[in-house]
């Protein structure tokens, strides 16, 4: 399963590359504003920084627009992945775009029927937001599920893209679905190698050590 990491922080991206978590990078207008940043600034120096995919999500709601945003971002790097919402005119930008050959990943999907349009438009990624859904109290890694099956009966070539992770269990689930990417924020994949057990072996070694060396 592939790592994205959910951030514009060009920081958090240079720290969790030199961990080796960094397939790909997912922004979103949101987390750009945070930066404080000019957007096509904070896109380029994500993409000199990373070997793999770098979404940049359109701002725009009307088709037309959204293929001149897309294309734009396009321009950018090789590495761009134009980020669409899931809308019907979405969808419309999403076909223009792939008869391109631009990548898209369709962002804010909430069923597994939407991510099934998705597939159809020919968008090379799908974002269903399971935590979105955890928040109001509708499983969302049962939607991964069922994206995944749905994908597997039809042979789509669309890869799930799970985002919204608030923890490390929505990552355990993600694997064992099969799903292809999850995007994870700096602060959840910092937990990702941690086990209180590990940190106490660690401490009883040092400790023997130190003893032994007293005793020599
Ligand atoms: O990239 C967008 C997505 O991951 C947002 O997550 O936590 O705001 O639902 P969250």
Redesign the pocket.
């Known amino acids: 399963m592939k790592f994205f990491i959910?951030t514009a922080d060009i920081e958090e991206i240079r720290m969790a590359n030199r961990r080796g978590w960094v397939d790909g990078v997912?922004t979103?207008p949101?987390?750009v504003a945070k930066t404080g940043r000019d957007h096509v600034e904070v896109l380029k120096d994500i993409c000199a920084e990373v070997n793999g995919p770098v979404n940049a999500e359109v701002m725009s709601l009307e088709a037309e627009k959204m293929v001149a945003e897309g294309k734009e971002f396009a321009k950018l790097h090789d590495n761009i992945i134009v980020k669409i919402p899931m809308t019907e005119d979405g969808l419309i930008a999403v076909r223009q775009l792939a008869a391109e050959g631009i990548r898209t990943n369709v962002?804010l999907v909430f069923n597994p029927i939407q991510a099934l349009m998705v597939a159809k438009a020919g968008a090379s990624y799908v974002?269903p937001?399971v935590?979105?859904l955890d928040d109001i109290s509708s499983p969302g890694l049962e939607m991964v599920g069922q994206i995944q099956q749905i994908y597997s009966n039809y042979g789509l070539k669309t890869e799930t893209l799970v985002?919204?992770?608030?923890h490390p269990i929505h990552i355990l689930d993600s694997a064992l679905i099969g799903a292809d990417i999850v995007?994870i924020?700096f602060k959840v994949m910092q937990n990702l190698a941690k086990h209180p057990l590990t940190d106490r072996g660690i401490e009883a070694f040092v400790r023997d050590y130190e003893a032994s060396q007293k005793t020599q």
Do not use: E, K, Q
């Open positions: 959910d997912t979103n949101s987390l962002t974002s937001f935590g979105r985002a919204s992770i608030r995007t924020p």
